[in-house]
Structure formats: structure tokens, C-alpha cells
């Protein structure tokens, strides 16, 4: 067998094993952040009652992601009432930077819980590898939905996926 066919054979192995492990039963892993006050959490406790939930990385300095939580931050309430949705902002600002969090936050009003994952942990956990990223968890705590970036209108699409999950 030529090496051209068996790297083929590699290549498509790979990538089978590859989408069968990235299928419904990836979860949010146990790691640990801190709170806005500097209290530490571990994510396991992150619940929502069976509900939805959408964990979204962001940081201070990223100019996508504030908009698309500001966005989201409008319609937040009426999501809210129409499916019961929790979301959870994870700023991976780093030990420069984590000072700036809660007075952004504060301004901007946010009715999230917001964490801050200062060493990344949690973002090399879940394989981010740039913000904004935004993961749809269902109410049995399996990763259904991701989305890496953000223009405005993608809030709409999420909100189309949480609504499925509510049906």
C-alpha cells in the first residue's frame, strides 16, 4: 500500500474519531474560577434547573465580545421569560487585567453571572482558543451548540438554538 493511500486512511480515521468524540456528550469540565468579590467557584456547580444554559467567553479587551453580551444583555430578560435560559460570562482577562471586570460589568449592568478565569484554565478545558466563544448547554448539562466569533445578528441564532431546546 502506497504512503499517499495510507495517510488517507490516517487522515479519515482521524477524522472520524475526531467528530464521534466531539458528538453530544462533550460537558462542561470541573475547573476552578473566581467570582467578581475574588471568591473561588468550581464550575461543576454552574446549574440552571434542567434549563438551558449559555456560557460565553469574553474579555475586557475584546471589542466582539462586548458587544455581542451588550446585545444579548437587551433581550436577555425577555430570553429569560421565554425559556427559563441562564447565561454565564467568563472573562478570560488575565492578572493585568481582572482589576477592569466587575467595573465593566457594573457599567454595562449585566444581569449575568460573570466569572473571571484569570490562568485560562477553563478556556484550555473547553478548547477556546479565541474570544468571543459561546457554548449552548442543555438542561442535562451536555455542549449542543458553539460559536466561535461574533457579528451582530449572531445573538439571533442563539437564540433560535435555546428556543429549540425548550420545545
Given amino acids: 500500500m502506497s504512503k499517499t493511500i495510507k495517510f488517507s486512511i490516517l487522515l479519515a480515521l482521524t477524522a472520524f474519531v475526531f467528530s464521534f468524540t466531539r458528538g453530544n456528550n462533550k ?25 438551558p444554559m449559555v456560557i460565553s467567553f469574553w474579555a475586557t479587551w475584546c471589542s466582539p465580545c462586548k458587544k455581542e453580551l451588550n446585545n444579548i444583555s437587551e433581550v436577555y430578560e425577555d430570553w429569560q421569560e421565554e425559556t427559563g435560559v441562564k447565561l454565564i460570562a467568563i472573562s478570560i482577562d488575565d492578572s493585568r487585567n481582572k482589576h477592569k471586570v466587575k467595573p465593566y460589568v457594573d457599567s454595562k449592568g449585566w444581569e449575568y453571572e460573570v466569572y473571571i478565569d484569570a490562568n485560562q484554565d477553563l478556556k484550555r478545558a473547553m478548547n477556546v482558543n479565541n474570544v468571543p466563544y459561546t457554548f449552548l448547554i442543555d438542561g442535562e448539562g451536555k455542549i449542543v451548540y458553539e460559536h466561535n466569533n461574533y457579528v451582530p445578528g449572531d445573538e439571533d441564532e442563539l437564540y433560535k438554538q435555546i428556543k429549540m431546546l425548550t420545545k
Avoid: M, R, Y
Avoid at 470541573?30 to 468550581?42: A, F, R, W
Avoid at 464550575?43 to 440552571?48: A, I, L, P, Q
Fill in 27 to 51: 460537558t462542561v469540565p470541573s475547573v476552578n474560577v473566581k467570582t467578581l468579590q475574588g471568591k473561588t467557584i468550581n464550575t461543576s456547580t454552574f446549574k440552571n434547573d434542567g434549563k
